[in-house]
Each structure stands twice: as C-alpha cells, then as structure tokens.
C-alpha cells in the first residue's frame, strides 16, 4: 500500500479565519465524502463537520449551530459505503483539528457516530469529536417555542381536515 504524502503539510499560511462570518456557502466542493479528494488545503488545520445528508434540511438554524467556520462533509450511512476508511484517509493525511458529528435521531443514522470513533482509531491521531443530534418528535408546537441546546428539531404540522 502506498502512503499518500500530504502536499500542504507546511503551508502554514493557510488561514482556517478565512471561513468565518460565510454564509451557508460551503467554503469548497464537493462536499460529499466520498467525492472529497483525501489531501486538500482545505482540510489544513480544520475544523471537520461530518453531517447526515438530510440533517442540515431537518434543522433550521443548521448552519449557524454546526458548519459555521467548518468544513462540512456530509455523508449518509445507509447508503454510503466505506465511510470510516475514507474518513480515516483524511485524518491521517493532513493536520485536521476536530471533527463534529452530526447526526439525525433516525435509526438510519445510528451508527454515523461508531464511524467517525473508528475513523479517528485508524489513523492513529488524537484527534478530538464531538456529537450533536438533530431530533425530529414531529408533534405540534406553539410558534414561539423555542428551541432547546440540544438542538432539538420539532416539525410543525398543519391542522387540517385530514388530521382530524
């Protein structure tokens, strides 16, 4: 097997600065984790966020609690495969500072968190994660609920015929 040399190493000049105060715009593309290329400048000194596909659609203020000044990669663990080897590549190949998981409350999402532990185990770094999980109860809500630290998401149903 051969070692994938990280080219930007010592590209000290890069400033992870550059990403804060962006708006949602993702700071490069793809973000998809498994089209991401394993070495990359932008990867330099980050600050990972790895997403459930459908997290940052499910929680509005998505953005502004989780990706700001981040690196997003999202991926989906039911249907994307080799998450915590191609995860693991990333960790090793360049000098990312943290990775935050978020995740959704399905079960579908159950083992996202299992794969980046893993993928931080393989390449052999300390490199700190943490965990955030978007919950969906989907029951009514006054308007003016707000919403908890936990980032809990609530969906608001319409009151219709049908619903009654």
């Known amino acids: 097997m051969s070692v994938i040399e990280n080219p930007w190493k010592n590209f000290d000049d890069f400033d992870p600065a550059?990403?804060?105060g962006r708006d949602s715009e993702?700071?490069?593309w793809p973000i998809k984790l498994w089209k991401v290329p394993v070495t990359s400048p932008y990867f330099h000194k980050a600050h990972l966020l790895v997403a459930a596909d459908c997290s940052a659609?499910?929680?509005v203020n998505f953005h502004a609690a989780y990706a700001a000044g981040k690196v997003p990669l999202i991926c989906c663990p039911a249907t994307d495969f080799d998450i915590t080897s191609r995860l693991g590549d990333i960790l090793k190949h360049?000098?990312?500072r943290s990775v935050t998981v978020v995740q959704m409350e399905s079960p579908c999402c159950r083992d996202l968190k299992e794969y980046v532990r893993q993928?931080?185990?393989y390449s052999h770094l300390p490199v700190p994660v943490q965990i955030a999980t978007v919950f969906i109860p989907g029951e009514d809500l006054e308007e003016d609920e707000e919403f908890t630290a936990r980032?809990?998401?609530r969906l608001h149903r319409e009151k219709s015929g049908a619903d009654k």
């Open 151 to 153: 980032a809990t998401v």
């Open 119 to 121: 993928a931080v185990v």
């Open 94 to 96: 360049n000098d990312v």
């Open 57 to 59: 659609f499910s929680y």
């Open 26 to 28: 993702p700071p490069q």
């Open 18 to 20: 550059f990403f804060a």
